[in-house]
């Protein structure tokens, strides 16, 4: 995700859900955290307009969050939710059983990151 500060969004990330930084580039521009075997990685808007010349939609100026999301998995959705919210998110949508049974909500970083924490599906 392109953000407009790498180590405020490494910091909610840590303060939300726990995700610890794996890496900073002593720049700090790029910032990985982490997740286990899949690399959540953050950079500067600055090192996204050298990647991308052409540009591109910054989530944190749209006012509609990008359609794409970051998918959080927890036993502890409400607990979860509710620590995001406590940290600086924006409520998109509480947390609601699906058909399914599985529970579902969504929050948006500080940085316009759109995240949905679920339950396990069983």
């Excluded at 955290?33 to 989530?59: C, I, K, M, W």
Aim: with cysteine; glycine share 10%.
């Amino acid at each position: 995700m392109y953000v407009p500060d790498v180590s405020e969004s490494l910091g909610f990330f840590e303060r939300a859900f726990g995700f610890k930084p794996r890496f900073v580039h002593e720049s700090g521009t790029y910032g990985e955290l982490d997740t286990g075997e899949t690399t959540l990685a953050f950079a500067s808007h600055s090192l996204g307009q050298a990647n991308l010349p052409q540009g591109y939609v910054r989530a944190d100026r749209s006012v509609t969050p990008l359609g794409m999301e970051i998918g959080l998995v927890t036993p502890k959705i409400e607990e979860a939710h509710a620590r995001a919210l406590d940290c600086g998110a924006t409520e998109i949508s509480p947390p609601r059983e699906k058909p399914w049974g599985q529970v579902v909500s969504y929050v948006r970083a500080p940085d316009g990151t759109l995240i949905e924490i679920y339950t396990p599906i069983n």
